[in-house]
């Protein structure tokens, strides 16, 4: 009997192998930076997060403390990977054809929008033209949070759930970009900018020539990131930017892999070598069959899958010990604070009401159906989990209040117990949803 992969792993391994893993990380870090804002050591942790540090290239000095430098600069790999993921879903996901996105794209578009209007009439209500800045906020689903309370419930959610919360969360992310790139970035230098066009132009002119190796894309990068961090524009969005254009064909399709390879195998078979050492000549076709496994995968998959870990195990992580300290003897200020009631009701009351109406809509107007075996129940408790903003609202709380701390401090606690409320009703609406068994069709219909 053959044992399956995850088996042979040790417990650590499994455990940072599982899909509920990157949210539980997240949790434990936003956990750990309040503990340590609330403890004697919150002076020594705030001035490590507000020491500066210099970048110089020739003449042009780029200084910006820690946690800048974790927003403007990790950050950036983030959004690449976020970027990534929009592409591979466009061309071969959810998003890839009308019918398959229609309910996903409406149920985003409904959690950015109904937020956004929940929030804006939050803060014409009081009267709160100070804060007016945050609309943003609640618009934003944390994917990594969100998917980790679905792990979390095993075989309860049925596939199709997982793959509609991710293509929501996906397409909720580049609605987010855009607020961003249009709506809160600074003054725009149009030279920076405009070299920035350029290093986008050449990318994707490598990309059309067939260049598959990843270090050109990464110079591309760096340049376009030094370029949009001085253009104004926020160099997130470079990240993003520069992802649309990394190539998603393979040099090499699986025919011509396998045959390949196949050759290659034989001969190193054929080579006898008692040896205990590898003979040259059988490096040399290792090499080879390595530069085939390379070739067979598209780079933007390759990307794809070698920045997961590094995303989801320390960029993530870090930026949550960076942003998520809160002090909670603050938090009788934020509760009458307008900001933190406009972010509170928009994520906890726009995001579901906005998520359901929109797809319910959808599923009636475009008569597109419910992937299989989900029901509305499950959509709802779906609607419930989009509430949980985190990374991408603690990200856009920095640029929306970078210069009002009151506003910035109230939003950030409104964020972190709006999503701890959010993940708990939507686990708690999942845990108790009905199994529904496979359909022969497409889908359920509303």
């Known amino acids: ?25 997240l949790v434990a870090c936003a956990m750990l930076a309040i503990v340590i804002a609330n403890s004697p050591w919150a002076g020594g942790w705030n001035h490590f997060w507000h020491q500066e540090f210099a970048l110089r290239l020739g003449e042009q000095t780029i200084a910006k403390s820690v946690a800048h430098w974790i927003n403007d600069g990790l950050m950036v790999l983030f959004f690449f990977f976020v970027g990534l993921e929009i592409k591979d879903e466009i061309l071969d996901g959810q998003l890839q ?16 929008l109904v937020p956004a209007g929940v929030y804006a009439a939050t803060i014409w209500l009081h009267g709160a033209a100070e804060a007016r800045a945050g609309w943003g906020i609640p618009m934003a689903t944390d994917i990594a949070f969100a998917l980790g309370v679905l792990a979390l419930l095993g075989k309860r959610v049925p596939t199709g759930l997982k793959v509609f919360l991710a293509s929501l969360a996906i397409a909720d992310d580049l609605g987010a970009v855009l607020v961003i790139a249009m709506f809160y970035t600074e003054q725009i230098s149009w030279q920076y900018l405009g070299f920035g066009g350029i290093v986008l132009v050449l990318s994707f002119v490598s990309n059309r020539l067939g260049v598959r190796q990843t270090w050109p894309y990464v110079v591309y990068g760096l340049i376009l990131w ?13 990240g993003v930017a520069l992802a649309l254009t ?10 011509e892999f396998v045959a390949r390879g196949r050759a290659l195998l034989d001969e190193f078979h054929r080579i006898a070598d008692p040896d205990p050492l590898t003979h040259p000549d059988q490096l040399v076709l290792v090499r080879k069959l390595q530069q085939h ?15 997961h870990p590094l995303v989801a195990h320390f960029i993530l992580p870090v930026f949550a010990l960076a942003n998520a300290g809160v002090d909670l003897q603050g938090l009788g200020g934020a509760t009458s604070h307008p900001a933190a009631h406009g972010v509170f009701f928009g994520l906890v009351l726009g995001k579901p009401v906005g998520i359901l109406l929109m797809t319910a809509l959808a599923a009636r107007l475009l008569r597109a159906p419910l992937p299989d075996r989900v029901t509305w129940h499950h959509v709802h408790g779906v609607a419930w989990l989009a509430g949980i903003g985190f990374t991408m609202s603690l990200f856009i709380d920095s640029l929306a209040f970078a210069d009002k701390p009151a506003e910035f401090e109230a939003s950030k606690i409104a964020i972190l117990v709006a999503s701890l409320l959010a993940g708990t009703i939507g686990f708690v609406l999942l845990r108790l949803a009905p199994n529904r068994p496979a359909t022969t069709g497409d889908g359920a219909s509303a």
Not at 1 to 25: I, V, Y
């Open 226 to 238: 030094v370029t949009f961090l001085q253009s104004g524009v926020h160099a997130t969005i470079a």
């Open 293 to 307: 496994a390379t070739d067979v995968q598209a780079p933007l998959q390759r990307m794809e899958h070698g920045l």
């Open 246 to 255: 990394i190539p998603a064909r393979r040099q090499l399709d699986e025919y």
């Open 1 to 25: 009997m053959h044992s399956h992969p995850s088996e042979d792993l040790s417990p650590l391994a499994r455990m940072t192998r599982s899909e509920a893993f990157p949210g539980l990380l």
């Open 97 to 112: 054809t009308f019918r398959q996105a229609a309910l996903p794209v409406a149920a985003a578009l409904g959690g950015m």
